[in-house]
């Protein structure tokens, strides 16, 4: 069944399962972009055409407030959403806007754990320019 493993989610945080909630997770799920709320709402909409715009927001809210979904605000203009994964950085490029997944394996985690201390979230922003804007860049002007 392919809402099973989202019901768990809401299942194992004792919130309420609602289907506009298990759409919202299954959409993250399957958008790793990061989109703005706005975003989800509006493609949602297309298959959903009741679904309310108050509904989307405030189901995003729950399942921040929940840590099953986290928030991002790398561009400093606008919230993006991301499942809740594992622990990662993010990198914008400046020129596409694209929010690109950076893994890590920061020594300042290693050193926050042996202090004792439980991470639960953490925001590292890089901002440059992307493989394919550069790579773009080279073919129109040549290197
Ligand atoms: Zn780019
Ligand atoms: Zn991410």
Excluded: W
Excluded at 15 to 29: A, G, N, S, V
């Amino acid at each position: 069944m392919m809402y099973e493993k989202y019901v768990d989610l809401l299942k194992e945080k004792s919130i309420k399962i609602t289907p506009q909630r298990l759409e919202i997770l299954r959409y993250l799920d399957k958008n790793r972009n990061h989109p703005t709320a706005y975003q989800i709402y509006t493609d949602l909409k297309e298959n959903n055409p009741s679904l309310s715009k108050t509904t989307v927001y405030n189901s995003l809210e729950i399942l921040n407030k929940y840590d099953i979904i986290n928030t991002i605000s790398i561009t400093g203009l606008e919230t993006r959403y991301d499942i809740k994964n594992i622990i990662h950085h993010h990198f914008m490029c400046k020129k596409c806007g694209r929010i690109i997944d950076i893994d890590i394996e920061c020594p300042n985690i290693r050193k926050t754990l042996e202090q004792g201390h439980k991470i639960e979230e953490v925001h590292g922003y890089f901002k440059g320019r992307c493989r394919e804007c550069i790579e773009k860049e080279i073919d129109q002007y040549g290197s």
